[in-house]
C-alpha cells in the first residue's frame, strides 16, 4: 500500500470496545498514512515488561481487567504526543480517551484530534473474539483459535492468552467501556465517524480511509 501524507500531520482517535478491530485498523491507517501509532495497552505493557514504577502499578489493573488510575495515563500520553515524530508526522492514538476525565484532560491540554473514528461491534461477538484470541509472545502476531489460527506446531504450542482476556476481565472490561462510551463521544461530536466493526477487515477500513480522504481534503 503506498504511503500517503497529508499537507498537515492528522490527529486521529480511534475508539472501540476491546477486540472491536482498533489493532488490526491501525496497522492498515499506519501503513497508508505513516502516521506515530500510539497504543496506551501497547505502551503499558512495555513499560509492565520493563517492570518500571508505572509498569508495576499498571499492571495489577491489567490483570483484573480494570482501567489504570486517569492521572498516570494522563501524563504517559501527554509526554509521548510532545514528542517529535508525533508533532511532525501526526499521531494515531488508540485506547484513550476511555473516560470523561481523560478526554476532557486532553482539551485542556489543547490536544484536539481532528476525526474521532468509532469501530462499533456487538457486546456478544466482542466476547467471542476475545476468549479466542491468542498472541504469539514472539511476533506479537495475535491468532483466533476459531477464525485465525495458524498450523504451525512450533508457534501454536506458544501462543499465550492475555491475562485480561478472559470471560470474567472482559465483561469488567466492557462495563467499563460502555459506561463511559457516550459522555467520551459527546466531546467529539463534530468530528465523529461511526463504523460498523462487524465485517470483513477491509471493509472496515474502506470506511475509515473515506472518513481520512474526506479529512485530508480539508486539512
Ligand atoms: P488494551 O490493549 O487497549 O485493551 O488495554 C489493555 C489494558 O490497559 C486496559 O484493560 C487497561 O487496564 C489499560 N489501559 C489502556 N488504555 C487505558 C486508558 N486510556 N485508561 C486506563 N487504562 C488503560
Same mark, same amino acid.
Given at each position: ?43 503499558? #505493557? ?24 486517569? @492521572?498516570?495515563? %494522563? ?5 509521548? =504526543? ?15 480517551? #476511555? ?11 489543547? %490536544?484536539?484530534?481532528?476525526?474521532? %473514528?468509532?469501530?462499533?461491534?456487538? /457486546?456478544?461477538?466482542?466476547?467471542? #473474539?476475545?476468549?479466542? #484470541? *491468542? ?18 506446531? @512450533?508457534? =501454536?504450542? *506458544? ?10 476481565? =472482559?465483561?469488567? *472490561?466492557?462495563?467499563?467501556?460502555? /459506561? @463511559?462510551?457516550?459522555? =467520551? ?13 462487524? *465485517? /470483513? ?19
Amino acid at each position: 500500500m503506498a504511503t500517503l501524507v497529508a499537507n498537515k500531520p492528522m490527529h486521529i482517535i480511534i475508539s472501540g470496545a476491546a477486540c472491536s478491530g482498533k489493532g488490526t485498523q491501525c496497522e492498515l491507517i499506519k501503513s497508508k498514512y505513516n502516521l506515530i501509532h500510539l497504543s496506551t495497552g501497547d505502551m503499558l #505493557r512495555t513499560e509492565s515488561a520493563a517492570r518500571t514504577e508505572l509498569g508495576l502499578i499498571a499492571q495489577e489493573y491489567m490483570n483484573k481487567g480494570e482501567l489504570i488510575p486517569d @492521572q498516570l495515563i %494522563i501524563k504517559l500520553v501527554k509526554s509521548r =504526543i510532545q514528542q517529535e515524530d508525533c508533532q511532525k508526522q501526526g499521531w494515531l492514538l488508540d485506547g484513550f480517551p #476511555r473516560t470523561a476525565i481523560q478526554a476532557q484532560a486532553l482539551l485542556e491540554s489543547n %490536544i484536539i484530534p481532528d476525526l474521532f %473514528i468509532v469501530l462499533q461491534v456487538p /457486546d456478544s461477538v466482542l466476547i467471542e #473474539r476475545v476468549t479466542g #484470541r *491468542r498472541l504469539d509472545p514472539v511476533t506479537s502476531i495475535i491468532y483466533h483459535i476459531k477464525y485465525n489460527m495458524t498450523t504451525d506446531e @512450533q508457534i =501454536i504450542a *506458544r501462543l499465550i492468552q492475555r491475562s485480561d482476556d478472559t470471560i470474567e476481565k =472482559i465483561t469488567v *472490561r466492557l462495563a467499563a467501556y460502555n /459506561d @463511559q462510551v457516550t459522555a =467520551i463521544e459527546s466531546h467529539y461530536s463534530k468530528i465523529i465517524a461511526k463504523i460498523d466493526g462487524n *465485517r /470483513d477487515k477491509m471493509l472496515v477500513f474502506a470506511d475509515i480511509d473515506k472518513s481520512i480522504q474526506k479529512l485530508q481534503e480539508i486539512l
